[in-house]
């Protein structure tokens, strides 16, 4: 496995600084970015990539770094797919829009047919095509609502769902997503999720569903309620798994109560978390899924796919966009789930679990600051907080980021506090790269928290930022 997704490499699959970082031609991009691109879209790295193919992105000062982001979790099958690369070419070359609504093609529909075969459940499925994870859970609500005749719809803590106006009411975060870009649309209820290491300790999953439902009953009232809206594994707040039968029981209640369940896979989705969905896991078929991000190999293209009597309720002309579905992106998408069936990239994120894991969790057993190691596939996330007890580290989590970035390794940080470091390597990264990822990462901690490791940096200890 590792072999056939190493072997297609176009560069070298390999770590190596040619300047610090970022370097002098980075540095003037960043001159010129300040003075054109608006202050409030932020960069976690501020090097800038001149090319990107398997585990590697390669800046504009000629560093190859490790990339365990994939762009936020959608390169799966890397960044250059060459399958990818020339389904875009060719569709490219015939036409790269005509709108669906105007002039329809058959890229669109075999989006749709692909999604209901690869989605949870065996019932008639419909889909429709959107550009962004935002609008496909945007137009999930619009669904949900119109078919149910309700209006109140569920949210959880730690929840992230998009910027837009309706899915920063549905975000739970306050800083950087919604702090003071209000108001908000209203209907939109906030329950407490399955969080296992800040739960209460033995909380089941049965349990902590019980806990938001009886609010959901005693607040709402199931008979106002359109939807329940969740990620099966929370990305942005956190990667937080929640314990086991958290989401059936969820799913249940809905079932029994006319609320459509919806669960948003734009992060989790697209063989990420070791199956095609991440509800999988749990033996959960919601009633309407939103997909973006790993559906089309970096290209722009989202989905509502779910039960044809939800989506074929909406009337003609009720759902749609310029763009949504766009051709260039539809043969992206086929491509890139080509490439997923033809690499089983479902058994490499599964492979990329079995080795880091264990990694991870000797890491974890060397320190205090990491309070909990957890995740699916190549889904995976430590914790990290004030030695000993579980109060976050956000400083520590930042300072390990900028430290692995320093070394060349692109790391993510997320969650609610700030304290979580995330791993979504490219499904297609090679296991000696990933290694040397992760080994980088653990002497980060090791140095920036004083544990003498086996295979130390070099440098001098990274100052910890206040
Ligand atoms: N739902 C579960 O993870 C996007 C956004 C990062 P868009 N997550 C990364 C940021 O700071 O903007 C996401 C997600 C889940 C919805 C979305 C929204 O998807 O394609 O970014 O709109």
Known sequence: MTDTTTRTHRLPQRRSLVTTLPGPRSTALAQRRAASVAAGVGSSAPVYAADADGGVIVDVDG????DLGSGIAVTGVGASNPAVAAAIAEQAARFTHTCFMVTPYEGYVQVAEELAALTPGDHAKRSVLFNSGAEAVENAIKIARLATGRTAVVAF????HGRTNLTMALTAKNMPYKSNFGPFAPEIYRMPMSYPFRDEAGLTGAEAARRAISRIETQIGADALAAIIIEPIQGEGGFIVPAPGFLAALAEWAKANGVVFIADEVQ????RTGAWFACEHEG???DLITLAKGIAGGMPLAAVTGRAELLDAVHPGGLGGTYGGNPVACAAALASIGQMKELDLIGRAREIENLALPVLRELAAETDVIGDVRGR???L???LVRPGAAEPDPALTKAVAAAALAHGVIVLTCGTFGNVIRLLPPLVIGDDLLLDGLSVIADAIRTLTRINGPAGFTDRPIPRSA
Do not use: C, Q, R
């Open 377 to 379: 596939g190549a889904m």
């Open 268 to 271: 989790t989705g697209f063989a």
């Open 63 to 66: 560093n190859s770094l490790i």
């Open 157 to 160: 803590d730690h929840a992230y």
């Open 284 to 286: 959960v078929v919601p």
């Open 381 to 383: 996330a430590i914790e």
